[in-house]
Each structure stands twice: as structure tokens, then as C-alpha cells.
């Protein structure tokens, strides 16, 4: 079954940054985008952006402009999100999630996000 | 960006009840809206897309509807397993944007 499976729980200080992984598996990881959810404790949630995987193309949340990256590998169906100069209100379970939207065509518009990792809690504390 | 309010925040029900959740958009979005379930500890799960197409494998308790900017969830016979939040999120136009949530609790 088409599966997002997350890695464990970060710990960061303030100003570092962290790396954050999601491995594909049950489809072909380049045939559909991915996205970057996150959720701050208690809180609701936040879309942060999407990557193409079949060319790599992203998009970020305006928010979040100059201090992320997604990135992929597609040997290992992975993709990845990089956050720089964490502060405290980073303190987040990140999730990735697919897009139903075939990753042939420029997306435009986010469809749905189905299914979601299982989120990775990234602590922002000195 | 598109704001989108969840009505009520929350709301306490009984196992057998009809509940309905609101959600609304500060703008015209036609039918692009969806709606997750998330339980304490898990990742949201899609439960209706398009306003009203049940995701594959939702129990058909759940029905959604709405157009333009008002939109509901209806669980027509509340289970205990429905106890969760749930969130609409808008998907005509970036940044996809999320509601606040209503959380169900048993009464």
C-alpha cells in the first residue's frame, strides 16, 4: 500500500537547522508531488510547500521564504525537508503528505493531501 | 490567502448523534474543498474531497456538501472511533489554507 514513513523526533538549538526525511514506498515516488505540512503543538496546521519529485521544481509558503529547502533522491524514493535559523515557533510535528496531482503536469494548485507520513516532532530549544 | 473558519471550535455529542461541522472561506471557492479527520497522535487522514466525494474506504456515515464559500461535514450517527478533530482546507488557490479545527468529545 502507498505508504510516507517519517524518521524520529529532532532536537535543535536556536539558529541551527535540521534535515528532515520521508521515505516513499507502495507507488512510484516521481509520478506525484509532495508536500510539507507542519503543526505547531496544540495548533492547527500549515502548509510549507511542495516538491516536484520527478524534476525536482518546489514551492514554498511565503512564510517560510529563504530559510527552506526540499529537496529528493530518487534512488531511495526520499525526499527531504531542510529548515534553516530555527526559532522556538518552529517547534512543530512536520508531515509529509502526496498530492493526488500527477507530478507530469505543473502544478498550479494543490488537489488533497492523501496519504500523510506519520510527522517527525522537531524541538526548537537552547 | 484564503481564510478558512471552522464552526463550532468544538462540540460534545453522544455515541447515535447527527453533528455537523461548519466550515467557511473568505472568498468564492466553488467546490475545492476538502476535509481531514486527525486523532490525538496521528496524522490527518482525507476524509471527503471536492466538498462532497467520499475519500476510498471512509465509512458512509460521513457525507459532505456545500458550495461557494459554506461548506458542512455531516456525521450522520456518531461512533465512538469519530471521536477526533477535523479540519477543512481549501485547494482553489496557493497557499492551500486550513481551518482552525472542531474537535468532537464524547459527551
Known amino acids: 500500500q502507498v505508504q510516507l514513513v517519517q524518521s524520529g523526533a529532532e532536537v535543535k538549538e536556536p539558529g541551527a537547522s535540521v534535515k528532515v526525511p520521508c521515505k516513499a514506498s507502495g507507488y512510484t515516488f516521481t509520478d506525484y508531488y509532495l508536500h510539507w505540512i507542519r503543526q505547531a503543538p496544540g495548533e492547527g496546521l500549515e502548509w510549507v510547500g511542495w516538491?516536484?519529485?520527478?524534476?525536482?521544481?518546489?514551492n514554498y509558503a511565503q512564510n517560510f521564504q529563504g530559510r527552506v529547502s526540499m529537496t529528493r533522491d530518487t534512488s531511495s524514493s526520499t525526499a527531504y525537508l531542510e529548515l534553516s535559523g530555527l526559532r522556538s515557533d518552529d517547534t512543530a510535528i512536520y508531515y509529509c503528505a502526496r498530492d493526488s496531482f500527477k507530478a507530469a503536469v505543473t502544478l498550479i494548485v494543490p488537489e488533497r493531501f492523501d496519504p500523510w507520513g506519520q510527522g517527525t516532532l522537531v524541538t526548537v530549544s537552547s | 490567502d484564503i481564510q478558512m473558519a471552522q464552526s463550532p471550535s468544538s462540540l460534545s455529542a453522544s455515541v447515535g448523534d447527527r453533528v455537523t461541522i461548519t466550515c467557511r472561506a473568505s472568498?468564492?471557492?466553488?467546490?475545492?474543498l476538502n476535509w481531514y479527520q486527525q486523532k490525538p497522535g496521528k496524522a490527518p487522514k482525507l476524509l471527503v474531497y471536492a466538498a462532497s466525494t467520499l475519500q476510498s474506504g471512509v465509512p458512509s456515515g460521513f457525507s459532505g456538501g456545500g458550495s461557494g464559500t459554506d461548506f458542512t461535514l455531516t456525521i450522520r450517527s456518531l461512533q465512538p472511533e469519530d471521536f477526533a478533530t477535523y479540519y477543512c482546507?481549501?485547494?482553489?488557490?496557493?497557499?492551500?489554507?486550513f481551518g482552525g479545527g472542531t474537535k468532537v468529545e464524547i459527551k
Open positions: 516538491i516536484n519529485p520527478k524534476n525536482g521544481g518546489t
Open positions: 482546507q481549501q485547494s482553489y488557490s496557493t497557499p492551500p489554507t
Open positions: 472568498q468564492n471557492i466553488r467546490t475545492y
